[in-house]
């Protein structure tokens, strides 16, 4: 009735699918960041043990 509707934290859609730390996000934006997240992990475990024993 008086409740807000969902939107992207980042590109205001209504097509919300994800809810990633407490904000909402469409698939685009949600996947976007998770990709991001995932490069930036995955090159944090390269750095800490292939680098590190070479």
Do not use: T
Not at 6 to 31: H, M, N, Q, T
């Amino acid at each position: 009735m008086g409740r807000k509707a969902l939107r992207c934290a980042v590109c205001g859609s209504p097509d919300v699918v994800a809810k990633i730390e407490g904000k909402y996000y469409c698939f685009k934006c949600g996947s976007a960041l998770i990709l991001e997240n995932s490069k930036k992990m995955l090159q944090e475990l390269k750095r800490k043990y292939l680098e590190s024993s070479a």
